[in-house]
């Protein structure tokens, strides 16, 4: 394995940083109410005469969910505690939310490790106050962050001890709808590699330091300033963002987010928990929460099947059917059968990385096409046995029109293989029109356990068919062919992070017909209109370095079809791009890790 030189933070923008390297019946009982309103009967009482088996809405959150409040005792130790389990447990199975109460506490560093999500239960993240740190850093890798995956912070203000929160993440580790009263460092103490990640509905007053994070997508926020960048970092609707200048500095800067509407969260009103739905935007810029109440919905946990691990497919079904939405408490959950989700408006939210997978080749979710579906907030693992898809929005040969109320999909990830053989021939499936994909970690392992090219085999990463689809901030990576494929008329993308499959083991493997390797992003040929806007591919072929990829990025040569502000990187020299999209730009060569880059295409 190469090691690359770690420079001086003023020199940051030359660094390569891999972590690869090294290692219906009750429809109107569950439909929301505006907040501020009183709340609806329970889905139990509003719904038809129970049936002896019903199942009941509401109840215990369970063992790993802990929450506390401002005389909670020992609140540092616990927190501590956690963290010893979690800090280096990449492919374990403990699973934890660490919620807050509203309130002010002092003095408190919460050290966050793998599927731990900390968050605030109040409306907005001023309710709940913490004089102290939310912190993730990489000592337990050696001061590399390039694998602190799977971890979350949501809804809380932060006064770091030191004006500086430090936030060195990689990839699924969403920081969202958080107020940070001074700094955020996104790159580990010691400044060592870092590939990262996401900022949503945030307001950071002081400055954000990227320093060594090679990538970073923020949406919807606020900061006060930005420091610098290493090869591409991505705003939309960001107050104070750098202005645009890819490739010099690689900024790519949106005025505003064309289509948003923030994940589904869990606070209190009072002593009843309920989930807060937020109100969808168009021209989005800045939070949502800055001028007061956010806007939006909300619904009472009654309305909610609040699920354990150990529940069956079955049963989630069944409250489905029942008219109950899902609330997925941490763990992890084996399907016999996929979850079917056919109630428009319906939530299906997870805490602390609750985690599906499916057993037996089945698809581990499925949803009509109706309106306004929210998933949010689970990770989906493939089985031993191959699964055609592993997510599916809509039906295939779905066109009903959701301009109005799409559905969502948000801190939803996928994993094929790491913490055990996986397969799955297409992870996510796209059908419904208008859908929303914000923020995802597609990965097809490259470490761990139950890793080679055929042992978790998975041919196709994302597969969009429906039309007038969006993603913001979307990240696949190492499928053994084409990571992304859209066949959508109007689909956009805004920032996208992929690497070729390392482990290839020869020029024949990845052989696409006449051409060398299957592209990244792969518009099809009938698409007439696509955009897309900060995209970037990098391979690092270490098996065989000879490969020879032909470019990142594949489209229909047609002035419908635009990319703004692509790049491609061979790392190290192991197997170059010829092209960055079709035959335009520059390859790369030789092993200094510089992007090759196109500002606009066509």
């Given at each position: 394995?190469?090691h690359?030189?770690?420079?001086?933070?003023?020199?940051?923008?030359?660094?390569?940083?891999?972590?690869s390297?090294?290692?219906a019946?009750?429809?109107?009982?569950?439909?929301?109410?505006?907040?501020?309103?009183?709340?609806?009967?329970?889905?139990?009482?509003?719904?038809p005469?129970?049936?002896?088996?019903?199942?009941?809405?509401?109840?215990?959150?369970?063992?790993n969910?802990?929450?506390?409040?401002?005389?909670?005792?020992?609140?540092?130790?616990?927190?501590?505690?956690?963290?010893?389990?979690?800090?280096?447990?990449?492919f374990?199975?403990?699973?934890?939310?660490?919620?807050?109460?509203?309130?002010?506490?002092?003095?408190?560093?919460?050290?966050?490790?793998?599927?731990?999500?900390?968050?605030?239960?109040?409306?907005?993240?001023?309710?709940?106050?913490?004089?102290?740190?939310?912190t993730?850093?990489?000592?337990?890798?050696?001061?590399?962050?390039?694998?602190?995956?799977?971890?979350?912070?949501?809804?809380?203000?932060?006064?770091?001890?030191?004006?500086?929160?430090?936030?060195?993440?990689?990839?699924?580790?969403p920081f969202?709808?958080?107020?940070?009263?001074?700094?955020?460092?996104?790159?580990p103490?010691?400044?060592?590699?870092?590939?990262?990640?996401?900022?949503a509905?945030?307001?950071?007053d002081?400055?954000?330091?990227?320093?060594?994070?090679?990538?970073?997508?923020?949406?919807?926020?606020?900061?006060?300033?930005?420091?610098?960048?290493?090869?591409?970092?991505?705003?939309?609707?960001?107050?104070?963002?750098?202005a645009?200048?890819?490739?010099?500095?690689?900024?790519?800067?949106?005025?505003?987010?064309?289509?948003?509407?923030?994940k589904?969260?869990?606070?209190?009103?009072?002593?009843?928990?309920?989930?807060?739905?937020?109100?969808?935007?168009?021209?989005?810029?800045?939070?949502t929460w800055?001028?007061?109440?956010?806007?939006?919905?909300?619904?009472?946990?009654t309305?909610?099947?609040?699920a354990?691990?150990?529940?069956?497919a079955?049963?989630?079904?069944?409250?489905l059917?029942?008219?109950?939405?899902?609330?997925?408490?941490?763990?992890?959950?084996?399907?016999?059968?996929?979850?079917?989700?056919?109630?428009?408006?319906?939530v299906?939210?997870?805490?602390?990385?609750?985690?599906?997978?499916?057993?037996?080749?089945?698809?581990?979710?499925?949803?009509?096409?109706?309106?306004?579906?929210?998933?949010?907030?689970?990770?989906?693992?493939?089985?031993?046995?191959?699964?055609?898809?592993l997510?599916e929005?809509?039906?295939?040969?779905?066109?009903?029109?959701?301009?109005?109320?799409?559905?969502?999909?948000q801190?939803?990830?996928?994993?094929?293989?790491?913490?055990?053989?996986g397969?799955?021939?297409?992870?996510?499936?796209?059908?419904?029109?208008?859908?929303?994909?914000?923020?995802?970690?597609?990965?097809?392992?490259?470490?761990?356990?139950g890793?080679?090219?055929?042992?978790?085999?998975?041919?196709?990463?994302?597969?969009v068919?429906?039309?007038?689809?969006?993603?913001?901030?979307?990240?696949?990576?190492?499928?053994?062919?084409?990571?992304?494929?859209?066949?959508g008329?109007?689909?956009?993308?805004?920032?996208?992070?992929?690497?070729?499959?390392?482990?290839?083991?020869?020029?024949?493997a990845?052989?696409n017909?006449?051409?060398?390797?299957?592209?990244?992003?792969?518009?099809?040929?009938?698409?007439?209109?696509?955009?897309?806007w900060?995209?970037?591919?990098?391979?690092?072929?270490?098996?065989?370095p000879?490969?020879?990829q032909?470019?990142?990025?594949?489209?229909?040569n047609?002035?419908?079809?635009?990319?703004?502000?692509l790049?491609?990187?061979?790392?190290?020299?192991?197997?170059?791009?010829?092209?960055?999209?079709?035959?335009?730009?520059?390859?790369?060569?030789?092993?200094?890790?510089?992007?090759?880059?196109?500002?606009?295409?066509?």
């Amino acid at each position: 394995m190469p090691h690359f030189p770690m420079d001086s933070p003023d020199s940051v923008r030359s660094l390569p940083a891999r972590r690869s390297v090294l290692g219906a019946m009750a429809a109107t009982a569950a439909s929301p109410t505006l907040l501020g309103l009183s709340s609806p009967a329970s889905a139990a009482s509003a719904a038809p005469v129970a049936q002896p088996r019903a199942l009941p809405g509401g109840g215990d959150l369970g063992p790993n969910v802990i929450v506390f409040d401002p005389s909670t005792s020992g609140i540092q130790a616990k927190l501590d505690e956690v963290f010893r389990q979690q800090e280096s447990a990449q492919f374990g199975t403990g699973r934890y939310a660490l919620l807050f109460k509203p309130g002010t506490y002092n003095g408190l560093n919460a050290q966050l490790g793998f599927y731990t999500s900390i968050a605030g239960l109040g409306l907005s993240p001023d309710d709940t106050a913490i004089n102290g740190d939310v912190t993730v850093d990489a000592g337990w890798f050696n001061g590399n962050a390039t694998q602190n995956f799977w971890r979350s912070a949501e809804n809380l203000a932060l006064t770091p001890v030191s004006g500086t929160d430090r936030w060195a993440v990689a990839q699924a580790a969403p920081f969202r709808r958080m107020h940070v009263r001074g700094g955020l460092d996104l790159a580990p103490t010691g400044y060592g590699w870092a590939s990262g990640g996401y900022i949503a509905d945030s307001r950071i007053d002081g400055s954000v330091g990227p320093y060594s994070q090679q990538q970073w997508y923020t949406r919807d926020s606020s900061v006060g300033g930005w420091a610098n960048a290493v090869w591409n970092m991505v705003f939309s609707g960001v107050q104070g963002a750098p202005a645009q200048s890819f490739p010099n500095p690689p900024y790519t800067t949106l005025d505003t987010t064309p289509v948003s509407r923030e994940k589904p969260f869990l606070y209190l009103n009072g002593s009843e928990y309920r989930v807060f739905l937020p109100e969808r935007r168009t021209n989005a810029r800045g939070t949502t929460w800055g001028s007061g109440t956010p806007r939006g919905t909300s619904l009472p946990l009654t309305q909610f099947y609040v699920a354990r691990p150990g529940v069956t497919a079955a049963t989630l079904n069944a409250a489905l059917t029942q008219g109950l939405h899902l609330l997925l408490t941490p763990g992890i959950y084996h399907l016999d059968q996929p979850i079917q989700v056919d109630r428009a408006g319906t939530v299906v939210l997870g805490l602390g990385y609750a985690t599906l997978i499916p057993d037996n080749g089945v698809t581990a979710l499925r949803t009509a096409d109706v309106d306004g579906v929210r998933l949010a907030g689970f990770l989906i693992d493939a089985g031993p046995v191959n699964s055609s898809t592993l997510l599916e929005v809509g039906p295939t040969g779905a066109s009903a029109s959701h301009s109005a109320n799409p559905t969502t999909v948000q801190d939803v990830f996928i994993r094929i293989g790491g913490a055990g053989a996986g397969k799955a021939t297409t992870s996510m499936v796209i059908n419904s029109r208008h859908t929303i994909i914000d923020h995802t970690w597609v990965w097809r392992a490259d470490h761990g356990t139950g890793v080679g090219w055929e042992t978790n085999r998975a041919d196709y990463g994302i597969r969009v068919n429906g039309d007038d689809v969006l993603a913001t901030g979307l990240f696949v990576e190492h499928f053994n062919k084409y990571d992304v494929q859209w066949y959508g008329q109007r689909g956009r993308t805004i920032f996208f992070q992929n690497e070729k499959a390392y482990d290839a083991p020869n020029q024949a493997a990845i052989q696409n017909g006449n051409v060398k390797g299957y592209a990244a992003y792969k518009v099809a040929d009938s698409v007439t209109t696509h955009e897309g806007w900060g995209l970037g591919s990098y391979c690092y072929y270490n098996v065989d370095p000879t490969i020879v990829q032909h470019n990142g990025f594949a489209a229909p040569n047609t002035p419908g079809v635009k990319f703004h502000d692509l790049l491609v990187v061979s790392l190290g020299g192991q197997g170059q791009y010829e092209h960055v999209v079709n035959e335009t730009g520059a390859p790369t060569s030789g092993t200094s890790t510089v992007p090759s880059t196109v500002a606009s295409y066509p």
